[in-house]
């Protein structure tokens, strides 16, 4: 499996970088289309294109980090979400950032439960289609479908681009008085941009699942929903927030590459550098 970008191997040394990525090819619980499994190494082939000099930023990210050090693949054979947490913590420890390519988005659960032990004030930042606040579903409370009740269980979070949600969902959020966290994608305009920042708390751990963008920007994806956000609106949201918070752990999941639509797998690694780019901001 290759390494994110490619940049000279002295890049890429664990020791000096200050950004960690981890590829994640967990699927268990897809319940529509499949292949999550390949997002990781999707992502990483596409990463080798992408310019490692930014327009926007006026340099290159990576430098500014010193190096991106990309692990070799999580072993999700047993127990995916305890090796997924043992092996965040790890990353944590040595006062890195994990970056995490999944996979279905039920491995966030045990990146969260591993950020918030060192992080006890932690808040999560999701972006979806998808509520993902059911509390089971077929016969798993770690189903994809569940990461964010899981996750809600440990810490508050905000969710952006909401678009997809049963009735169990509605009761929950209703029951919960969580409406003030649900930024809807029917609703977004740009202006809850600052509603977003101050709900979130000091340290801050983001989840993307790329469905949470229009199919027409990511139509690689397993349950892809219409009416999603826009690129500059992803990345408006993202720069807000990175440079107010303190960001502890990222992860980017379900993308489920198609054969000849390499474009969605590049967008992907597009995003992954802006957002590394914007943590370089703050170093």
């Not at 190494?41 to 490692?52: F, G, H, M, N, P």
């Not at 790329?210 to 993202?238: H, K, M, N, R």
Request: glycine content about 8%; aromatic content about 10%.
């Amino acid at each position: 499996m290759k390494c994110f970008l490619e940049i000279d191997p002295a890049e890429r040394r664990f020791s000096s970088s200050k950004i960690v990525v981890l590829p994640v090819p967990y699927e268990g619980t897809t319940t529509y289309g499949k292949g999550t499994k390949n997002g990781p190494s999707a992502i990483l082939k596409a990463s080798q294109i992408v310019e490692d000099y930014d327009i926007e930023l006026g340099y290159e990210p990576y430098k500014k980090v010193g190096g991106i050090h990309t692990t070799k693949p999580v072993n999700v054979s047993k127990d995916p979400h305890s090796q997924i947490y043992k092996a965040v913590k790890s990353v944590i420890a040595e006062k890195k950032i994990p970056v995490m390519l999944g996979g279905e988005h039920s491995v966030s659960y045990g990146a969260v439960r591993a950020a918030k032990e060192y992080y006890p004030g932690l808040s999560v930042l999701q972006f979806d289609a998808h509520a993902d606040l059911r509390d089971s579903y077929h016969g798993s409370q770690h189903n994809h479908a569940c990461v964010m009740r899981r996750i809600r269980s440990m810490c508050p979070a905000v969710q952006v681009g909401i678009r997809s949600q049963d009735g169990e969902e509605a009761e929950y959020i209703k029951n919960n008085d969580l409406a003030g966290s649900m930024f809807y994608a029917h609703d977004y305009d740009g202006s809850s941009v600052p509603d977003i920042v101050n709900q979130l708390s000091k340290d801050v751990y983001i989840t993307i699942d790329v469905d949470a963008f229009d199919p027409s920007v990511i139509p690689a994806t397993g349950t892809p929903e219409p009416g999603g956000l826009l690129w500059y609106q992803v990345l408006e949201i993202l720069k807000a927030v990175i440079a107010e918070r303190n960001i502890v752990g990222v992860d980017v999941v379900e993308l489920a590459p198609k054969p000849n639509l390499h474009y969605a797998d590049y967008t992907i690694a597009k995003l992954v550098y802006k957002i590394i780019g914007y943590i370089s901001l703050k170093f």
